[in-house]
């Protein structure tokens, strides 16, 4: 069963840091691009990153452009989210996602609707 993880999250002051980990198994890794959303209670699922499968390419939404920086280790199998200059608006529920390659090298897919699979979230808390 393929299975991803989140963890990292917790409750920082505005202009802090945290760096989100989501581990993946049951999968061959290196054939999907992975992606960060978030989601506050009752809104929708907003793209955050992504990152291709080798971690040459990376895309951002430009509400975490130059704050975030996605990485990945595809011997460890897991996905990063490096969040830093924190701010209240980014309190929401993190979401790592996987998307299966389909012949193009980088996908850059931002809809949460075309991932094929997902963690359980873990929550992010910003305080001013």
């Known amino acids: 069963q393929v299975q991803l993880v989140e963890s990292g999250g917790g409750s920082v002051q505005a202009g802090g840091s945290l760096r989100l980990s989501c581990a993946a198994s049951?999968?061959?890794?290196?054939?999907?691009?992975l992606g960060w959303f978030r989601q506050a209670p009752g809104k929708e699922r907003d793209f955050v990153a992504v990152i291709s499968w080798n971690g040459v390419s990376t895309y951002y939404a430009d509400s975490v452009k130059g704050r975030f920086t996605i990485s990945r280790d595809n011997v460890k199998m897991t996905v990063y989210l490096q969040m830093s200059s924190l701010k209240p608006e980014d309190t929401s529920a993190y979401y790592c996602?996987?998307?299966?390659?389909?012949?193009?090298?980088?996908?850059?897919?931002?809809?949460?609707?075309?991932?094929?699979?997902w963690g359980q979230g873990t929550q992010v808390t910003v305080s001013s």
């Open positions: 049951g999968l061959t890794f290196e054939k999907y691009e």
């Open positions: 996602a996987a998307i299966l390659l389909e012949g193009a090298p980088f996908l850059a897919t931002t809809s949460p609707d075309e991932y094929d699979y």
